[in-house]
């Protein structure tokens, strides 16, 4: 509410500002401004690209954003003060009207960046009261962290409510000033000031994006994974590989975490059980045009806390990025992870959940993601020799990814899939690649599917 009250508070200063100005000039200033909009928002990643922020890269957005804007803004505002330095006086009453919508319209695109620009920083899912999606904390209760040991009280701070993105949990603003600033820029960048990459193609949901970064990540660590140094890439991708069905558990959290389970006796009914034994069924896809994507995931050391080897992300802040038949870009998220053994197991994760790497020299991840349409993302392999199989058919041509899609994993780290090769079959067993797993959680039984 406090961030809402700032943004609204905000917006009538600058309305105010321009209603003093008189029309002319606040149309210009509003003109001006929507132009220093589009420039901050259109050019602030290739900025950022360009510097290549160091220990600043959490807040490496937001500070550009808004330098960008205002240096744009004062610019222009300057150049036009200079060529046009006379104003315009109209009747009276259409003067003051005309500069109080000029200026609600003027505050409401700076107001804008501004929300934008705090919802980039290394802030948690909360800023001054406001969340994009609804949060909520969990009180104490009895988690059994091994089961030798002692029952501990914890309690769980900022949970989503659903278990991923849903667009009923959205929250906006009294006055969605992000919103409108980031709609207006999205039509100009496919309208009158289109380039060769409008603002959708890259992104789908800006904010979603923002939230995603901030959410299950506890304050004070490494929110941003960067390759903006080409001899250091803190993320890369291994190998890919493609299914139509693998076996899965029913959980990758202990159930304490999932269910409200608060007294010893319920925390001790759960001792001695196989929290993560295989679920009933196995993680498949459900239409012929679906497809299960495996990505396997390397972290380099560079990319840890500075006070440990851990990797620390979640879901909401991994998106392989494809682009739909009108070019617009489309985001994946994963839904858990994989362990490759016996031809693979799949451990889901909502959201938000938090998942650990423990990282060596190069350690990382085999992330799943479900694909609605296969034909977005995979295409035929050119350089795939055209064998025949035993039976005398001619064999499918090896897959490859399509152009223009990529992955970025902690906002900063993108990494371009356009052709690399996808496997039909598991990927190969690497004891590198493993994700941290609570202590009760036991591995299932290998099984070759």
């Given at each position: 509410m406090f961030f809402s009250v700032v943004i609204i508070v905000f917006v009538l200063l600058v309305a105010y500002i321009h209603f003093i100005q008189g029309f002319f000039s606040a149309a210009l200033s509003t003109i001006l401004t929507i132009f220093a909009a589009a420039i901050a928002l259109g050019f602030h990643e290739s900025v950022v690209a360009m510097i290549k922020p160091g220990k600043l890269a959490d807040s490496a957005n937001a500070i550009i954003l808004c330098s960008l804007f205002a240096v744009s803004y004062i610019v222009l505002r300057q150049i036009f003060d200079r060529a046009v330095p006379g104003n315009v006086r109209l009747q009276s009453?259409?003067?003051?009207?005309?500069?109080?919508?000029?200026?609600?319209?003027?505050?409401?695109?700076?107001?804008?960046?501004?929300?934008?620009?705090?919802?980039t920083t290394a802030f948690?899912?909360?800023?001054?009261?406001?969340?994009?999606?609804?949060?909520?904390?969990?009180?104490?209760?009895?988690?059994?962290?091994?089961?030798?040991?002692?029952s501990l009280s914890r309690a769980i701070f900022d949970q989503m409510k659903s278990k991923t993105f849903d667009e009923k949990d959205v929250n906006k603003l009294l006055l969605p000033a992000d919103d409108f600033v980031l709609g207006l820029v999205n039509t100009l960048s496919e309208g009158s000031l289109s380039g060769n990459m409008p603002l959708s193609a890259v992104h789908q949901d800006y904010l979603q994006e923002a939230f995603g970064n901030r959410v299950g990540i506890e304050v004070g660590?490494?929110?941003t994974a960067t390759n903006l140094n080409p001899s250091a890439e803190q993320v890369t991708v291994e190998a890919i590989a493609v299914r139509d069905k693998i076996k899965a558990v029913e959980d990758s959290e202990l159930p304490e975490i999932r269910k409200k389970?608060?007294?010893?006796?319920?925390?001790a009914a759960y001792n001695g059980k196989e929290e993560s034994k295989l679920a009933k069924e196995d993680l498949k896809t459900t239409k012929k045009e679906q497809a299960i994507l495996i990505i396997r995931t390397v972290f380099d050391r560079s990319a840890t806390d500075e006070k440990n080897e851990l990797v620390r992300f979640t879901p909401a802040s991994v998106r392989l990025v494809v682009r739909?038949?009108?070019?617009?870009?489309?985001?994946?998220?994963?839904?858990?992870?994989?362990?490759?053994?016996?031809?693979?197991?799949?451990?889901?994760n909502q959201i938000d959940d938090v998942i650990y790497v423990k990282v060596g020299e190069k350690n990382g991840a085999d992330l799943v993601f479900m694909i609605e349409n296969r034909d977005?993302?995979?295409v035929a392999s050119a350089d795939a020799p055209k064998k025949s199989k035993s039976d005398g058919k001619?064999?499918?041509?090896?897959?490859?990814?399509?152009?223009?899609i990529f992955l970025e994993v902690k906002r900063l780290a993108r990494i371009d899939l356009s052709g690399k090769p996808v496997e039909s079959g598991p990927l190969p067993a690497d004891p590198k690649i493993d994700v941290m797993r609570k202590a009760r959680l036991k591995a299932p039984p290998v099984a070759v599917p």
């Open positions: 009453t259409i003067d003051k009207i005309g500069a109080a919508l000029m200026g609600l319209v003027a505050g409401t695109c700076a107001a804008g960046i501004f929300a934008v620009a705090a919802q948690g899912p909360s800023i001054f009261g406001y969340s994009r999606y609804v949060v909520a904390d969990k009180p104490e209760f009895s988690v059994q962290p091994d089961r030798n040991a002692r660590v490494r929110r389970i608060e007294t010893a006796e319920a925390v739909d038949a009108h070019g617009k870009a489309r985001d994946y998220f994963p839904i858990g992870t994989m362990d490759a053994w016996g031809g693979g197991t799949f451990w889901p977005e993302v995979l001619p064999a499918v041509a090896a897959q490859a990814i399509k152009a223009g």
